[in-house]
Structure formats: C-alpha cells, structure tokens
C-alpha cells in the first residue's frame, strides 16, 4: 500500500517518539535525550537514546535505530503499513486507500531484474535441451521438482550464447556487462561470462533474481564461478536459500549454514528445511543481521578441512557481538552436507547437526591441538584467542562458568584469567559508532557511511559529493541506496530530515539502523570539510584497487582461454593504472 508523504508526516506530527516508545518501555531523563535498556536485546548499561529534537532512536549496543514508525515495526513485528495504520488510528487520521503499490525501483535496478528474469528463462531452455547436463544433475541426487523450484539451469558452451539471446531482445552487451552476465574484450565487444556451467540462480527474500552462481560439470578449474559484485548484487549481503527457508527456520528457531549450492539443495530436498547458504565467502556482519531476523541460534556446518575450521573460527566471535548462540557440527573427513545425506541419510544427518558443540566447547578444542596447552606461552595463547569470545558473552553467570572451565583446561589460577579479561576491549558498541577520520582512511564502509552522515548536513556537502562521487563508486548498496536517495530528494528541498529519508524507505529495517546510526556519527565528527575530502579520496582509491583486483581475474580468464592479444591489453591497462595511481 503507497501511503501518500503528507499523511506519513501528519502521524508523525501528532505521534511525538517519546511519548509513543514510553508506550512499551521507561524513559529516563539524560540532557536532551532519554535513556532506557535496549528493549531489542539484553543489556545491563543502558544505550538505547531517544532524541525528541531529531524524533529518532537509536542503540549504541546492537545498532538498531529508526524513526517513530520504525519502532513500533519492531517491537510489535509489524509490516510498515501496519504499523503506519496503528499510529494513525492512535493520532485520528484515516489513511486513503490507493491500491497496492511498491516504492518504484531505480531505472537501472528495473532493467537488472527483467535481465535476469530472462537470463533465469534462457538457462532453464538451454538445461531443458542439453542430456549431459541432465544427467549430470540427476547423478547429484537432484530431483526435477527440485530443478523447477530453485530454477536451476544450464550455460551451454561458448563466447555468445546469452548474447545471441538477448540481442533479439534489443538488450546490448553493455548492460548485460552490468548485470555480470557478459565480461568485454578487447575489440569493444562482449563474450558470456556463463559457460558450460549448471546455473544456480540467486533470490533475494523477494525471490527476485540478483545473480548466478555456475557450476562445470567435471574436474576442471575453476568449479564455480560467481556473479559479480552488481548494482543490484552484494554478495555479502544476501544468504542463498533464505527465500525459500526463512519459515522453516522461524518454526524451528534456529538455521544451519553451509557452504555451498549443492551443500544446500540437498539438505533442503531432503527435508532438513532451516538451512541457508553462504555465497562463495566467509560470513559478514550484514549477513549475520540478516539471519538473526529469523532466528537466534545457528549452527554451523563445514568441511572438516583446514579452511572450514578457519572460517568456523573467524565467524564464532562475529555471532557473539551480534547476541547469537553458534554451534559447530564436524562432518567425518571428506564429507560435506551433499555427500553425507546422500550417502547416510536425513535423520542421520540431522542427528548429527543436533549433536553439535557449543561455540566454547569448539574453539577450546581447536586451539589446544594448535598450541601446546602444557607449555606457559601455548597456555597464553589459547587464553589470549579464547578471552574475546568470552568478553562478548553478556550474561554474568555464563561468562563466570566460562572463565572457570577456561582456567580448569589450561590449569592456571581462575583471578589470572579474570585480570586478563579486563584488558580485553570489545569491539562491538560505541567504537562502531565514534568513527574517527583516521579510522576511515583504513575501512572503506567506515569512509562510506562518513560520507552518509556528512549529507545529511546539508545541502553543501550534498552538492560536493554528487559532484566527486558517483552512485557506482559506493560499494556497501545499502549506503548507496539511502545516497542516492538524498541525491534524488536533493532536487526537492535543500535539508534532508533523517526522519523524511527514513520514510522513503518504507522503514526498511536495515535502512532505519543505518541512518539513525550515521547521525549520532555526524554528532562525533568535528573538521567536516575536510572528513569529506579525506573519504572521498578514500572511496577513490579503493576503487582503483577494486578495478586492479578485477583485471587480474580478467587477465587469468584471458590466459586461459588463450587470447593473447587481449591479455597484452589487460596487462597494459593494469601496469598503467598501477603506475598512474600509484596504490
């Protein structure tokens, strides 16, 4: 349901934030703000902060922020309509009634979504014609039903496949270079990214189509190849799978991740619904929030190999800062989820995710076989990789039995690991927020999300930045959204509310948090003008880096399939760009 922008604000001007949030919890009196315990999770500090002046919220400690609307969607699990509609009844103003309708996509985000709507057509005909694919499917255990419902497909071999099609669509290869579905050569033409691959495509929780993921059918190197990063696409940012699993694992409370799309499929086929799939990386804090959405508990299941066990490593403390329970399932060597359901079964399989250890239990045993647990210096180390996953643990009562069984495994006295502990700074609350511009020369987001804030001071640096910086050279999309956003509305008025851009979004969840975030960091921000100059030259490097990282890709793919030629251009514009820019 469109609701027109006048009504948005004329609830808003009658729906005063302290008033309505005092509604669920107690406020308290701080300066020009109030406080209260994080009513999104548990906390003994007090950093949730209502600000009547902005009309937003935000917490310090898990990030959540918003306006009045994004509230009650929250706390009450509403839909932003509902929630719209409940303020309004509460204010007295009826909300017309225009039918159905979603906020209208970008131009480009439109074209991207019908390219790959046809592209998803294309590979279903083309697996359709082709037996060896077929057969090749049906050797992995995967059912048609199956094929149909995750709209698997093929790329035949060849450099024009995809193109031949879409040039009967009218659609060039430039866009379809955008999209990730064609890489250009050196002769300012296009050839198809996709070949001889099993297709895999990609949904977002709308179940549309962001991108693919390819498959080759024998031994041969590489075994999949990914989308690229797209306007419409951030892989680390999306869970393969969620669409279809989210329900499952909001009944079942908790989701197991695995690794790959047939490490996925497959437990899915077999009935072991809750499961969602990372896209080809190590989990990132975006995907974490995007799975805590629907449950607080995972569990985590990967090859027994040495980059399992590091990735399982990596992202154990990542789901502590964000409140959720992590469990770790160890597969028998050389099996993973496909190979293992196929050869002993589903409940076998589901066993053994529910005999998973706890994330201390795991972490502990991992690190005493790499460190000497006898010698003082392994017991320093083990202590010393174990005490921050310990220092984000908020329960008092856990966090003491920890340091105790943490002090019986490494036979030392339990005060000296609680005096250890004490020097541990955790990396999860304010730090996030009270960015400095040194900070932001190191992390890109951090100079991404600067620039965010510094727009909505006005019209001045709105203008300076649409000037220096294009949509494209924002890598994290939902920064890029919510800019080009203040870069349409720009047109309208000169000063952006954070409450008005919050609208814009429907309330978006993860829109909301980010701008209520970026004002309390505009807050902390002192020398603005030069802030902007530094991140936008940040922003401008990373990029050139990106594009560096991009033509050694470019130039092993043109390597391989042995075009000279075009790996002499490469390898010149890479040396150029090297020497130029000077990165």
């Not at 077999?270 to 990132?284: D, E, F, M, Q, R």
């Not at 800062?321 to 196929?342: H, Q, T």
């Not at 972490?363 to 010393?384: E, N, P, T, V």
Request: charged share 30%.
């Amino acid at each position: 349901m469109a609701i027109p922008e006048n009504i948005l604000e004329q609830i808003q001007s009658r729906s005063d934030i302290v008033e309505v949030i005092s509604r669920y919890i107690p406020l308290q009196k701080a300066g020009r703000n109030y406080r209260a315990p994080c009513p999104f999770h548990h906390e003994k500090t007090p950093s949730f902060i209502v600000s009547p002046d902005k009309q937003i919220y935000h917490c310090f400690g898990c990030g959540a922020g918003g306006n009045v609307f994004s509230f009650v969607m929250k706390y009450e699990n509403l839909e932003f309509p509902e929630a719209v509609e409940m303020l309004g009844e509460k204010a007295g103003i009826r909300i017309p009634r225009s039918g159905a309708q979603n906020k209208e996509l970008t131009s480009l985000a439109i074209q991207l979504y019908r390219i790959n709507e046809l592209a998803v057509s294309f590979f279903q005909e083309t697996l359709a014609r082709n037996q060896a694919a077929r057969d090749y499917i049906a050797s992995r255990g995967i059912s048609e039903e199956t094929v149909k419902k995750f709209k698997i497909g093929y790329a035949p071999d060849g450099w024009d496949n995809i193109l031949n099609f879409f040039k009967k669509k009218n659609i060039d290869g430039a866009i379809l270079e955008k999209a990730g579905l064609t890489i250009s050569n050196e002769k300012g033409g296009y050839y198809d990214r996709f070949r001889k691959r099993v297709i895999f495509p990609i949904f977002d929780l709308k179940d549309r189509v962001l991108g693919f993921g390819g498959r080759v059918l024998d031994s041969s190197l590489p075994k999949y190849m990914n989308s690229p990063e797209t306007y419409i696409y951030s892989k680390g940012r999306h869970l393969y799978g969620l669409n279809f699993s989210r329900d499952s694992i909001k009944k079942q409370g908790y989701a197991l991740i695995v690794e790959g799309y047939l490490d996925f499929i497959i437990p899915y086929q077999a009935l072991a619904k809750n499961i969602i799939a990372t896209l080809g990386t190590a989990l990132t804090i975006d995907q974490v929030k995007l799975l805590k959405r629907f449950a607080n508990t995972v569990i985590m299941v990967y090859d027994p190999d040495e980059a399992g066990e590091a990735a399982s490593l990596r992202n154990m403390d990542m789901f502590i800062g964000e409140g959720v329970n992590v469990y770790i399932a160890e597969l028998p060597s050389g099996f993973d989820p496909d190979n293992y359901i196929r050869k002993f079964g589903t409940d076998d399989f589901i066993k053994l995710t529910k005999s998973s250890k706890n994330l201390f239990d795991y972490k502990l045993s991992k690190l005493a076989a790499r460190f000497d647990i006898r010698s003082a210096h392994g017991k320093a180390a083990i202590a010393g990789e174990m005490l921050p996953t310990i220092s984000r643990i908020e329960n008092a009562v856990l966090r003491s039995n920890l340091i105790k069984k943490l002090a019986e495994k490494l036979s030392v006295d339990e005060e000296s690991i609680r005096t250890e502990l004490k020097k541990v700074k955790p990396d999860y609350s304010v730090r996030a927020y009270n960015v400095t511009p040194v900070e932001a020369k190191k992390d890109a987001k951090s100079a991404e999300k600067m620039v965010l804030a510094l727009l909505l001071e006005g019209d001045t640096f709105v203008r300076r930045a649409k000037g220096s910086l294009s949509l494209d050279e924002f890598k994290d999309s939902l920064v890029r959204d919510v800019i080009k956003a203040i870069y349409d509305l720009s047109g309208e008025e000169k000063n952006i509310t954070a409450v008005r851009l919050m609208n814009h979004f429907d309330n978006n969840e993860d829109a909301a948090d980010l701008i209520s975030e970026v004002v309390n960091l505009s807050e902390t921000l002192k020398d603005k003008e030069k802030i902007l100059s530094d991140c936008i030259a940040k922003i401008k490097k990373d990029g050139i880096k990106d594009r560096l990282s991009m033509l050694q890709d470019e130039i092993k793919a043109a390597h391989d399939s042995n075009n000279e030629s075009l790996v002499t251009k490469l390898v010149g514009e890479y040396s150029e760009l090297l020497k130029v820019n000077k990165v």
